[in-house]
């Protein structure tokens, strides 16, 4: 198995995450970015919207860093992770799509202008990154995952752009709860770390 994957990259730590804590081994491929190998003609052949990660397992590739959790999960991981029970995995899929929506387009977002000089408006995206940490917070109240009473890949998707939203000028102090789940997560075992940014380097999608 193999993952192509950058380490500054949030969706390609989804991926690393799991993997890790599910206790699968996998080659990590890291693809240099700045030389624009994720839009060379061999890695578009594996994705053809040229973007990261990408998780080729013998002859099946699975692109998008969401889709990936899910076809680990159904694959490999204990029971669980990704619910069979109908109302149990439409909760991680509605998380999922937070994930792919007001997490990219917040803490994400914000990530990519303060470190990687990305085209968007600062205070929008910090602004956007406030109103998915409160309603986040507001969801932990009462409870320690986001969509089960255990951890699930919902809460990998989640993880990686949050514990780096200060990166984006996004302040955490506040969301007490999320704090606190970030710490449940980060005690699972087999986690792993999402590397911290330096300032200057370009990061594409």
């Known amino acids: 198995m193999?993952?192509?994957?950058?380490?500054?990259?949030?969706?390609?730590?989804?991926?690393?995450?799991?993997?890790?804590?599910?206790?699968?081994?996998v080659d990590v491929v890291e693809v240099d970015l700045a030389a624009r190998e994720h839009k060379s003609a061999s890695f578009l052949a594996l994705n053809p919207f040229g973007q990261l990660p990408v998780?080729?397992?013998?002859?099946?590739?699975?692109?998008?860093?969401?889709a990936i959790l899910v076809y680990l999960a159904k694959k490999y991981a204990p029971e669980g992770w990704l619910p069979e029970e109908p109302a149990a995995a439409a909760a991680v899929q509605r998380w999922l799509s937070v994930a792919a929506g007001e997490i990219a387009y917040g803490p994400c977002a914000?990530?990519?202008?303060?470190?990687?000089?990305?085209?968007?408006?600062?205070?929008?995206v910090i602004a956007r990154a406030h109103r998915i940490l409160q309603l986040i917070d507001d969801r932990l109240v009462?409870?320690?995952?986001?969509?089960?009473?255990?951890?699930?890949?919902?809460?990998?998707a989640l993880?990686?752009?949050?514990?780096r939203a200060p990166e984006g000028n996004v302040d955490r102090s506040a969301y007490r709860n999320v704090t606190a789940w970030l710490e449940r997560i980060e005690a699972l075992?087999?986690?792993?770390?999402?590397?911290?940014?330096p300032v200057g380097i370009v990061e594409a999608a």
Request: hydrophobic share 40%; no cysteine.
């Open 2 to 25: 193999k993952l192509y994957s950058h380490p500054l990259s949030g969706h390609s730590h989804r991926a690393r995450l799991f993997l890790s804590l599910i206790g699968v081994d």
């Open 55 to 66: 998780l080729e397992d013998g002859g099946v590739i699975i692109s998008d860093s969401n």
């Open 110 to 124: 914000a990530r990519l202008v303060t470190l990687f000089g990305a085209k968007f408006d600062s205070e929008d």
């Open 142 to 156: 009462d409870r320690e995952w986001i969509a089960a009473n255990r951890s699930t890949i919902a809460d990998v």
């Open 159 to 163: 993880y990686s752009y949050i514990a």
């Open 189 to 197: 075992p087999g986690f792993q770390p999402f590397q911290k940014s």
